[in-house]
Protein backbone atom coordinates (compact mmCIF):
# COMPACT_ATOMS: atom_id res chain seq x y z
CA UNK A 1 0.00 0.00 0.00
CA UNK A 2 1.69 3.24 -1.10
CA UNK A 3 1.05 6.29 1.11
CA UNK A 4 1.88 10.13 0.78
CA UNK A 5 2.34 12.59 3.11
CA UNK A 6 2.54 16.25 2.66
CA UNK A 7 4.71 18.15 4.70
CA UNK A 8 5.36 21.90 5.48
CA UNK A 9 4.36 25.53 6.45
CA UNK A 10 0.50 26.15 6.99
CA UNK A 11 0.87 29.97 6.46
CA UNK A 12 2.97 31.52 3.56
CA UNK A 13 3.31 35.73 3.84
CA UNK A 14 2.63 37.35 0.18
CA UNK A 15 6.01 37.49 -2.44
CA UNK A 16 7.35 34.82 -0.19
CA UNK A 17 8.41 30.83 -1.27
CA UNK A 18 5.99 28.13 -0.85
CA UNK A 19 7.86 25.10 -0.01
CA UNK A 20 6.01 21.91 0.25
CA UNK A 21 7.62 17.94 0.88
CA UNK A 22 5.82 14.48 -0.03
CA UNK A 23 7.17 11.54 1.63
CA UNK A 24 5.95 8.43 0.13
CA UNK A 25 5.93 5.09 1.84
CA UNK A 26 5.05 1.53 0.09
CA UNK A 27 6.31 2.12 -2.63
CA UNK A 28 9.13 3.90 -4.64
CA UNK A 29 9.31 7.37 -6.91
CA UNK A 30 11.80 5.42 -9.06
CA UNK A 31 9.40 2.70 -9.84
CA UNK A 32 8.91 3.02 -13.88
CA UNK A 33 5.82 4.43 -15.34
CA UNK A 34 4.88 6.55 -12.48
CA UNK A 35 4.18 10.31 -12.07
CA UNK A 36 4.21 12.47 -8.94
CA UNK A 37 2.33 15.34 -8.77
CA UNK A 38 1.18 18.62 -7.15
CA UNK A 39 -2.46 19.43 -7.20
CA UNK A 40 -4.28 22.31 -5.28
CA UNK A 41 -7.84 23.38 -4.49
CA UNK A 42 -8.23 26.50 -3.61
CA UNK A 43 -11.50 27.22 -1.37
CA UNK A 44 -14.99 27.16 -3.24
CA UNK A 45 -12.95 25.62 -6.73
CA UNK A 46 -12.50 22.70 -8.37
CA UNK A 47 -9.00 20.76 -8.11
CA UNK A 48 -5.99 22.29 -10.34
CA UNK A 49 -2.99 20.30 -11.13
CA UNK A 50 0.45 22.11 -10.44
CA UNK A 51 3.39 20.07 -11.96
CA UNK A 52 4.50 16.62 -11.80
CA UNK A 53 8.02 14.76 -11.80
CA UNK A 54 8.76 11.17 -13.77
CA UNK A 55 10.35 8.17 -12.26
CA UNK A 56 12.93 8.71 -14.36
CA UNK A 57 13.46 12.08 -13.33
CA UNK A 58 12.02 14.88 -15.83
CA UNK A 59 9.57 17.29 -15.16
CA UNK A 60 5.90 18.91 -16.32
CA UNK A 61 4.75 21.96 -15.02
CA UNK A 62 0.97 23.74 -15.59
CA UNK A 63 1.53 26.42 -17.95
CA UNK A 64 -0.20 29.06 -15.99
CA UNK A 65 2.32 28.34 -13.22
CA UNK A 66 5.58 26.93 -14.77
CA UNK A 67 7.11 30.68 -14.36
CA UNK A 68 7.07 30.23 -10.55
CA UNK A 69 7.15 26.56 -9.93
CA UNK A 70 9.74 23.78 -9.67
CA UNK A 71 9.26 20.36 -8.41
CA UNK A 72 12.16 18.32 -7.25
CA UNK A 73 13.00 14.80 -5.84
CA UNK A 74 15.56 13.13 -3.35
CA UNK A 75 15.73 9.70 -4.20
CA UNK A 76 17.32 8.66 -0.80
CA UNK A 77 14.63 9.62 1.00
CA UNK A 78 12.02 8.77 -1.25
CA UNK A 79 10.68 12.28 -1.51
CA UNK A 80 9.65 15.06 -3.71
CA UNK A 81 9.36 18.73 -3.19
CA UNK A 82 6.97 21.95 -4.64
CA UNK A 83 8.70 25.34 -4.44
CA UNK A 84 6.32 27.89 -6.14
CA UNK A 85 7.96 31.75 -5.91
CA UNK A 86 6.48 35.15 -5.06
CA UNK A 87 2.82 33.77 -3.24
CA UNK A 88 -0.30 35.82 -3.34
CA UNK A 89 -3.47 34.81 -1.81
CA UNK A 90 -4.66 33.55 -4.72
CA UNK A 91 -2.67 30.90 -3.81
CA UNK A 92 -4.37 29.71 -0.83
CA UNK A 93 -5.94 26.40 -1.19
CA UNK A 94 -5.13 22.75 -0.03
CA UNK A 95 -2.44 21.33 -1.69
CA UNK A 96 -1.96 17.58 -2.70
CA UNK A 97 0.61 15.28 -3.62
CA UNK A 98 -0.50 12.09 -6.09
CA UNK A 99 1.23 9.20 -8.17
CA UNK A 100 -0.41 8.34 -11.40
CA UNK A 101 0.77 5.91 -13.93
CA UNK A 102 1.84 7.09 -17.92
CA UNK A 103 0.38 8.10 -19.84
CA UNK A 104 0.22 11.06 -18.92
CA UNK A 105 -3.06 13.01 -18.76
CA UNK A 106 -2.54 15.40 -15.73
CA UNK A 107 -5.77 17.10 -15.00
CA UNK A 108 -7.45 13.35 -15.06
CA UNK A 109 -8.19 13.89 -11.42
CA UNK A 110 -9.83 10.26 -11.56
CA UNK A 111 -6.66 8.70 -12.95
CA UNK A 112 -4.32 9.14 -9.75
CA UNK A 113 -4.17 5.77 -7.85
CA UNK A 114 -3.06 7.05 -4.01
CA UNK A 115 -3.25 10.62 -2.67
CA UNK A 116 -2.25 12.42 0.36
CA UNK A 117 -3.99 13.70 2.86
CA UNK A 118 -3.64 16.97 1.70
CA UNK A 119 -2.46 19.97 3.64
CA UNK A 120 -3.55 23.42 4.03
CA UNK A 121 -1.67 26.46 3.13
CA UNK A 122 -2.82 29.94 3.31
CA UNK A 123 -0.79 33.16 2.20
CA UNK A 124 -1.40 35.95 4.50
CA UNK A 125 0.79 39.23 5.68
Known amino acids: QVQLQESGPGLVKPSQTLSLTCTVS??????????WSWIRQPPGKGLEWIGA???????YYNPALKNRTSISRDTSKNQFSLQLNSVTPEDTAVYYC?????????????????WGQGTQVTVSS
Open 98 to 114: ARRRWPPGFSDFGEYDY
Open 26 to 35: GGSITTSYYY
Open 53 to 59: IYYEGSS
